[in-house]
């Protein structure tokens, strides 16, 4: 790969010192980040390095271009993902030992939101635990959630 200088800069620093790259989008920064992976890697022969991304594409990308610059071995001494799908590689490994089943499943917000509205169309037996537990007023502070109208029609249900 061929590197520019501020990109070497931040490659060669030394490993056991932070190093902050800001640049923008398309500037080369993954593959600045594979430069310096690929160093540390070379230099602690038995480490691990995570590296991890905002967003999912970020992170496939990023994967990607390791896959071309690792070899095999190095490969599987780095862990990277974004750090929603890092943490829950972690806590899925050790989910037995802190008393959770393997398979669990993380709700997000439009999960969530979707969950509350079926709750509510369905009038199931778990009503008052959806209201009384479930529900707050914290749900229609902004547009994304339920909406004060929708929350207040719920809530009075």
Do not use: C
């Not at 967003?55 to 599987?76: G, Q, W, Y």
């Not at 780095?78 to 669990?104: C, Q, W």
């Amino acid at each position: 790969m061929q590197y520019n200088e501020e990109q070497l800069a931040l490659i060669n620093a030394p490993i056991d010192e932070i190093v902050i790259g800001a640049s923008a989008a398309g500037s080369g920064k993954s593959t600045t980040l594979v430069g310096r992976a690929k160093r540390i890697l070379e230099s602690y022969p038995s480490g691990k390095i995570m590296l991890i991304s905002f967003t999912r594409n970020a992170a496939e990308d990023l994967r990607n271009k390791l896959k071309e610059a690792l070899p095999e071995d190095a490969m599987r001494r780095v862990i990277t993902g974004t750090y929603h799908s890092i943490m829950s590689k972690f806590i899925r490994d050790k989910a037995v030992e802190v008393g959770l089943n393997p398979n669990f499943s993380i709700v997000d917000e439009s999960s969530t939101i979707t969950m509350y509205r079926r709750l509510v169309e369905n009038k199931t037996e778990f009503d008052d635990l959806f209201r009384y537990w479930t529900l707050s007023s914290d749900d229609y502070n902004d547009d994304k959630k339920l909406g004060k109208k929708e929350y207040n029609r719920i809530a009075q249900t």
